[in-house]
């Protein structure tokens, strides 16, 4: 007799009377709870400062150093993917408590408002979560390899490598802006007016035509590639 296949329940409507905070969904040991109680330590008096009294609220400062912090652990460097992820990543939105600030909110607070510290704060995390395991050096700065870090031992020469690494990394940071709004506009990321165009009609069109290519057996699809194959191998190279 022939086993039928279990799966696992998957009900995306499905209700619960006691939906899960946030807090329930990041695992204890979540590179995203680093950052969070770093920053949560840190003497924020300087951020505090910057800011006059009167006009409209602001966003906390705290927060916004927080999010940008960890995206930059993450190699997310455009405002506008910060934002994105403030609006759709569970890490994003817990760090944030569910604000969702703009990207040109963000960028004003990266200009404005961390200009001066950053770099300090961003080296230190960063040498916090190498010297904890959560990354490697050689894969976060892809131009240096393994043996660049081979002096770790040696902590006043690996600050001061680490510290000119970060620096260009947030250097690069104005360029991806400049080519962000070169792209965009004054628009955020597209999703955000992306799908006007998309109608169910659209929907079935490309679910028929994915249905059309899954239908194909194997062998169907082997024996069309080879007779593209033979096709172009037919034509001499353009010497």
């Known amino acids: 007799m022939d086993k039928k296949p279990s799966f696992k329940p998957y009900n995306q409507g499905q209700i619960t009377f006691l939906p899960p905070s946030l807090e329930e969904l990041i695992p204890e040991d979540h590179i995203v709870r680093i950052v969070d109680s770093a920053i949560e330590n840190i003497d924020t008096k300087p951020l505090y400062e910057k800011y006059e009294g009167g006009g409209a609220s602001s966003y906390n400062p705290v927060m916004m150093l927080k999010i940008i912090i960890y995206a930059y652990t993450q190699k997310i460097f455009s405002c506008r993917g910060i934002a994105k992820n403030c609006r759709e990543n569970i890490m994003f939105m817990w760090l944030s408590g569910m604000n969702m600030p703009d990207y040109k909110t963000i960028d004003r607070f990266r200009i404005e408002r961390m200009k001066d510290i950053i770099t300090d704060i961003f080296t230190e ?46 250097e690069g940071i ?9 792209e ?36 169907d699809r082997t024996s069309r590639w080879d ?7 037919g034509f001499s190279r353009i010497p």
Do not use: M
């Not at 050689?138 to 690494?165: C, I, M, Q």
């Not at 006007?196 to 194997?218: F, G, M, V, Y």
């Not at 007779?227 to 191998?233: A, S, T």
């Open 125 to 170: 995390v960063i040498a916090l979560l190498y010297s904890k395991g959560y990354l490697k050096l050689e894969r976060y700065f892809l131009d240096t390899g393994k043996d660049n870090w081979a002096w770790v031992k040696n902590p006043r020469r690996f600050h001061e490598s680490l510290r000119e690494k970060c620096e260009e990394l947030l």
């Open 174 to 182: 104005d360029e991806i802006e400049r080519q962000d709004t070169q």
């Open 184 to 219: 965009y506009g004054e628009e955020d990321v597209p999703e955000l007016s992306a799908g006007k165009d998309i109608d169910a009609q659209s929907i079935r069109d490309t679910t028929d035509r994915i249905n059309e290519k899954l239908s194909q057996k194997p062998e």
């Open 227 to 233: 007779g593209f194959k033979k096709l172009f191998g």
